[in-house]
């Protein structure tokens, strides 16, 4: 567990520095005894939500990654042929 001491500036801020690297932004919760924990959340972009939504196309993707990490790929060959002219 790494333990650092923050202290806020001036106005209260905090810089976490690379504590926040790879983070879009946190959730804050105070407990009751006043403990502040901050959960990093990483974002993604709203067209791609939609696989995260379908569980069952995600373990697809996962299982295909996993596959092609693994070197169990079947070569197919080009697709050129399904392109549209304007694409080309």
Do not use: C, Q
């Not at 520095?17 to 901050?38: M, N, Q, Y």
């Not at 974002?43 to 939609?50: A, F, H, Q, V």
């Not at 697809?60 to 990490?69: I, T």
Request: proline residues 3%.
């Amino acid at each position: 567990m790494l333990v650092k001491m923050l202290r806020p500036d001036s106005k209260g801020r905090i810089t976490l520095g690379s504590l926040a690297k790879g983070v879009s932004g946190f959730s804050v919760t105070e407990t009751k005894d006043h403990k502040i924990i901050l959960e990093p959340y990483s974002e993604i972009p709203l067209s791609e939500k939609w696989l995260f939504d379908n569980h069952a196309a995600l373990k697809k993707v996962s299982d295909g990654l996993k596959e092609a990490d693994a070197g169990d790929l079947i070569d197919r060959g080009s697709f050129s042929k399904f392109l549209k002219d304007e694409e080309k």
